[in-house]
């Protein structure tokens, strides 16, 4: 069965955001005695620039939580097709460098830039090192979905 690229990447985005969740829910049950956010990611502050941008006002933390989880999941899968394009122009491992690159710049770039976290050299040792590790775990699935689903396809369509 010949999936085009686009709906394949998407795919292979879904995988990669729910094997970072799964990284993150995994990093929980080590770490039983921190009780704050790991990482910005996992915080309220996702919701918060959603609220932010949509200018909701009077919104929940619950309500937040429940925009972020919107937001991780819509654009953790739309962005995979950032590594589906990229895979098709320059190959791997090119593509997965280029693609983890892209999302660790727009990480450590678009919270600060928002106003809602402190710039990157004033995150904590232990968020910087959750953020770049759920963030590897995200880019290692995706790509290796999308080369998964690549398999018996004879060309790109």
Do not use: C
Not at 9 to 15: C, D, K, N, R, W
Not at 22 to 49: F, N, W
Not at 56 to 83: C, M, P, Q
Request: no cysteine; charged share 20%; glycine share 10%.
């Amino acid at each position: 069965m010949n999936i085009p690229w686009p709906i394949r990447s998407t795919l292979a985005g879904t995988v990669g955001t729910a094997t970072m969740t799964l990284a993150y829910a995994t990093e929980r049950r080590l770490r039983p005695k921190r009780h704050e956010p790991l990482d910005y990611d996992d915080s309220l502050v996702p919701g918060q620039i959603v609220a932010g941008i949509m200018h909701l006002a009077n919104v929940t933390d619950r309500k937040e939580h429940e925009l972020g989880l919107a937001l991780r999941w819509s654009y953790g899968s739309v962005f995979g097709i950032w590594h589906g394009l990229l895979r098709r122009r320059i190959g791997e491992p090119w593509a997965s460098a280029a693609f983890g690159a892209t999302l660790m710049t727009a990480t450590l770039t678009l919270f600060p830039l928002l106003g809602r976290t402190p710039p990157p050299w004033r995150w904590p040792p232990a968020v910087i090192a959750t953020a770049f590790g759920t963030h590897a775990a995200y880019v290692g699935a995706v790509a290796a979905a999308d080369d998964l689903g690549r398999l018996g396809t004879s060309r790109e369509h």
